[in-house]
């Protein structure tokens, strides 16, 4: 009897391992490519939908994860090992033996053509793998993942998830709104990399250019989109919903040689497509923006209400939820007086941010599910339609696929009634189709290194406010999960987030300026390691103020708080588990933006400030009124004793610049010894009986363009001149206030000798040397 067994274990074995399985029937449809690691598996029997599961042969998925496969006779089961790990898979079971815990299955293991077949999706994901299927090309993408995040799975288990987080609906909506233009604004990071030079390239569209500026980005190597570019020759624009195409270089032959217009929405002046930032190569122009051509009105459902949701709640219910696509389209650059479009793809929701290293591009889209509307609907396909997220691709035809429940992750730290999407494109391939993953949560800041990309969440929880992180590996065009962290407080933008040495840096506010209490405002700096787990903090800096600008370059940190002084902070962050608050510079104003000058200078750009008694307030109280522009350059040699060494001051109360808020507005370059920026100058007539004697006096319109300044350690701020595109009959017609429109200039380039001025109206050429006009293109 025991040579029996003996022989029908051996006999299973042999069976298993040499894949001699009796068949069964099966629903086989067409031949699935599966990848690992972006390498195709090798399957002696290819696998198989089954009852709407993909099932596999188990020795050829272990196999490729270089796992041992043996037979349990006793237990009709398949043992996969490898490290200490057991996977027990039972014979025609719908479950399984994980580490020696029981774990339901989605299908049941079954022979089929002489193989045990188990389900692919649940084999990978309990080895710590993510499955992700690509309808467009009938393949699966399975990667490895050190930090698995749990799957939607089900209708019913989103209806549950969405139910418990319902109330955070509205604060979701908000967040997201807001992260639209968060990744926009400014504090700092990083080595300098602005006004960073292109590199001359010659092709057979355009003769060789000489050095010319680059978008200011917060990391080198990592470019940010923006509503200027060049490529050196030509000047690339974002023009009131169209894309202008301007042949700048040489400054003498500068025309507008091309314009993009995008059709127009039904009944309505607006485009389908509405382009918002750009990027460009050697050979292709990237236009990333928003699309309502796919919009979906949603009537309120009544019968979907309940009495619990107020009159207020009712009214918002139909235009919060908008299916509005995040929409990128790529041309070709041969010809650029007839751009050709060579591909397009869409996400579906609100464009958050990108990033493009080197030819990959990435970009995020959060959807808000407005989960009201469908709170009361069965179990249908149409709702299981309407509440996943779906993205389309030209390559794939002009359909949306929707992303199936049971492929889309959730984010439980950060779970709100939304999704965010990320998209990833190789543009070196464009024949492939785009790569997307999909969580059930919300992000709003977005900061990238050329190997990750952190997408940040505020969280509310017991009152605490919490900011977490998600990590995703970039390559080649894929964005892949990789880990998840929490640090207390929230970030005020992009730039209070910084890679370096395989540390994650981060500055942080908790609590309320307003309050007196233990609930006041301080601020923090956390240091993460690889895994996102904390290795360093500093804590409790500036107590009641809040961050206004950070910095981030290499082994140091620059922070700026304000309520009515603005501290300079210096902090050492060599040793990441010990990090150190060094030296503080306390001085009237703030700097709403950082940046590097050299390794012991750093520039700051803010507002002035006037401190006045507040007769108002009990004791000895005081408000800081802000006056106009100042922009300061700090030496930091001695880190313990920072210094401000030169300041500059511009106008007075009112005085404004993009710069302060959007750091890709700058432009500057030590080796040309060269600053310039946007600004809208008010001054006060000295004349007048309220100039300078009242700190809350606003000036009046004095000038709109691009200052430019000498910048160097010895002299400081030269101011050299301003360049407008508003005419002499503009600047009389302007009152206390004035409106520049499309003479706005908005950003400032160089390409060689040239100064370069861009307004929607107006390309400008300046030569740097004298600001003497050289030549100006009108933009019709």
Known sequence: MKKKVLAAGLLMTAILLTSAFTPVSTNAGQETIVKLEG??????????????????????????????????????????????????????????????????????????????????????????????????????????????????????????????????????????????????????????????????????AKPVSPEYSGTNVQVQGVDESDVVKSDGTYIYTVNKQRIVVTQAYPA????????????????????????SEIYVDDTHLIVLGQSYQNLKPVPYNEAASSSSIGILDKRMISPIRSQATTKVMVYDLADRSNLKLVKEVELEGNYISSRKIGTSLYFIANKYVNYYNYREMANTDDAKKELAPAYRDSSAGDSFTSIPLDQIYYLPKALEPGYVLVGGLNLNDLTQTMNVTSYLGSGQNVYASEDNLYVAATTYEDQQQDTILY????????????????????????????????HLRLAT????????DEGTSKNHVYILDANLKEEGKILNIAPGERIYSTRFMGDRAYMVTFKNTDPLFVLDLKQPDQPKLLGALKIPGYSNYLHPYDENHIIGFGKDTVEVENKNAAGSQSIAYYQGMKVALFDVSDVNNPKEKFTELIGDRGTDSELLYNHRALLFSKEKNLLSFPVSVMKLDPAASNSKNS???YGSFAFQGAYVYNLDLEKGFQFRGGITHLSQEDLSKAGQHFYAGDKQVQRVLYIGDTLYTVSNGFIKANEISTLKEKNTVAIP
């Open 39 to 204: 390498q195709p598996i090798a399957f002696s029997q290819q696998p198989r939908m089954m009852k709407g599961i993909l099932m596999a042969p188990v020795r050829d998925l272990a196999t490729a994860l270089d796992m041992e496969v043996t037979w349990n006779e006793a237990e009709r089961a398949a043992v996969v090992t490898r490290n200490g790990y057991e996977l027990k898979l039972p014979l025609n079971a719908d479950y399984a033996n994980v580490n020696g815990k029981a774990t339901t299955m989605n299908g049941s293991t079954q022979i089929v053509s002489d193989s045990l077949y188990v389900p692919l999706r649940f084999f990978m994901e309990s080895v710590n793998h993510v499955v992700r299927w690509d309808s467009a090309t009938s393949s699966v993408n399975i990667t490895k993942q050190t930090d698995s995040l749990p799957v939607v799975g089900t209708y019913d288990h989103l209806v549950t998830l969405l139910t418990q987080n319902e109330s955070n609906g509205m604060r979701a909506y908000a967040a997201i709104a807001k992260s639209a233009i968060s990744d926009s604004s400014t504090t700092s990071s990083a080595p300098p990399a602005a006004g960073s030079a292109g590199v001359a390239v010659q092709d057979s």
């Open 252 to 275: 003498d032959q500068m025309k507008v040689l091309s314009i993009l217009d995008f059709p127009k929405a039904a009944n309505t002046s607006n485009t389908q497509f509405q382009p």
């Open 471 to 502: 990590q995703f590996g970039l390559n080649n065009g894929k964005a892949v999960y990789k880990n998840t962290g929490k640090v207390p407080g929230h970030l005020l933008n992009q730039f209070a987030m910084d890679e370096h040495n395989g």
């Open 509 to 516: 506010t908790t609590g309320e300026v307003w309050r007196t």
């Open 695 to 697: 700190a809350s006096a």
